[in-house]
């Protein structure tokens, strides 16, 4: 279960997102909740996978605040970059805001997708996808992540195969990716 000690709210519908695009080159900015109505707008967000020393992934349950996604399992974190703000500097604060966690962040690559949910509204994204590594204590933000757990990899391999409909898309189309790219080999003991 989540620890309640952080309550901060640290995403509003009406911060302005960088619109961006298919080359990542600067087209505006639009209030998050625009950018997400209809079929989407195409804007910069960032994704975090974070392992502890035990080779295993943080995997959160979103908020069932959420308007897109809401509780649903995720990756470790992920947001968007505010304008004039860098990606990797968003992605350190919003680690920090969302889990309590400093830690150095390593950049995999950047990637466009699009996921509608329903007819609610769409995320169109030019992600940027890290990696880090911390044993820090976790302390989530309770009005961003509803529950999380640590998984082996290959346990996150099995249910995404398995119960798919339980996980965010971009979870789904970044995993595999990132699993090549953990730094020890996972094994199924």
């Given at each position: ?80 970059p505010r ?95 990132v699993r ?10």
């Amino acid at each position: 279960m989540p620890d309640d000690n952080s309550a901060r709210v640290v995403s509003f519908d009406d911060e302005e997102l960088i619109l961006v695009n298919h080359d990542d080159t600067i087209l505006g900015y639009k209030p998050k909740l625009e950018c997400h109505l209809g079929g989407g707008v195409l804007h910069r967000a960032f994704s975090i996978f974070l392992f502890n020393g035990a080779g295993e992934v943080l995997l959160q349950q979103r908020s069932k605040q959420k308007q897109l996604w809401p509780g649903y399992w995720s990756n470790s974190c992920c947001s968007h970059p505010r304008r004039g703000e860098a990606d990797a500097d968003a992605a350190a604060r919003r680690l920090q805001e969302e889990l309590a966690v400093s830690t150095p962040l390593e950049f995999l690559y950047r990637f466009e997708y699009k996921a509608h949910f329903g007819d609610i509204g769409t995320e169109h994204e030019l992600c940027s996808v890290y990696i880090a590594q911390s044993d820090a204590p976790i302390s989530v933000n309770a009005n961003e992540i509803t529950d999380w757990a640590f998984v082996k990899p290959h346990e996150l391999d099995e249910e995404l195969r398995d119960n798919p409909d339980n996980y965010t898309p971009w979870l789904q189309l970044e995993w595999p990716h990132v699993r090549a790219h953990i730094p020890s080999a996972d094994t199924a003991s």
